[in-house]
């Protein structure tokens, strides 16, 4: 139980253009998701917390309108990098909050042209 | 603010003992994980430990926590090649909170 999958796993993208990344929680809802960030081999830094209903919380630094966040069901928060660049190029991980633990995806890989 | 701490690297041969190690800063942790990631994939959850236990074993894993010296420890027995992974700790200080990591320990396992 808990599994969090994301779609896609790997994206390219010219510069200039938006890419959407869907989180999922498989078999439970989750009220709760979390959007990471992660540079080769550096840590996972906090991006947003995505509420269901509400707007997400982003962390100091984050580009709300860089990064919009959406979590319009339970099972479903979406991440869109708007006017991607090539220093977006990053993996990107998101969580869900089941039972008071946070439960990964597998991660997209967003690689801008 | 808080902060977790790992090295960054442990070479081990294949049957021998893991040892990784990690501080944190944050006297109000509750939670304390260890999570492994292996190339191009998510995190998966290995283990946790409440911050009232001082040891918690899993069949191969050992986790050991010194809360007066905000120190953490993994334990892994009879390394195998498929352990071969980034390891990370991660703190938090109460259920549903935000997740502080620490850098990631590359576990490299040799045959």
């Known amino acids: 139980g808990a599994v969090v999958s994301q779609h896609p796993s790997r994206v390219i993208c010219k510069s200039g253009t938006s890419v959407k990344i869907e989180c999922r929680s498989l078999?439970?809802?989750?009220?709760?998701m979390f959007w990471y960030r992660q540079f080769p081999k550096k840590s996972l830094m906090l991006m947003a917390t995505s509420n269901e209903g509400s707007k997400a919380t982003y962390e100091q630094g984050v580009e709300k309108d860089k990064f919009l966040i959406n979590h319009a069901s339970l099972t479903l928060s979406t991440l869109t990098v708007t006017s991607a660049h090539p220093e977006d190029s990053s993996f990107y991980i998101c969580s869900a909050l089941y039972g008071g633990e946070q439960f990964f995806g597998p991660g997209t890989r967003l690689t801008v042209l | 603010g808080e902060d977790v701490e790992q090295s960054l690297f442990l070479s081990v041969r294949e049957g021998d003992s893991s040892v990784i190690n990690c501080t944190y800063t944050d006297s109000s942790s509750t939670y304390l994980y260890w999570y492994k990631q292996e190339p191009g994939a998510g995190l998966q959850l290995l283990t946790y430990?409440?911050?009232?236990?001082d040891m918690k074993q899993d069949q191969r894993l050992t986790v050991l926590l010194n809360k007066k010296d905000k120190h953490l420890s993994l334990r892994i027995a009879d390394t195998q090649t498929g352990d071969s992974a980034i390891y990370f700790c991660?703190?938090?200080?109460?259920?549903?909170?935000?997740?502080?990591f620490g850098q990631g320990t590359e576990l490299s396992v040799k045959p």
């Open positions: 430990i409440f911050s009232n236990m």
């Open positions: 078999d439970f809802q989750a009220t709760t």
């Open positions: 991660a703190e938090r200080a109460n259920q549903g909170g935000k997740l502080i």
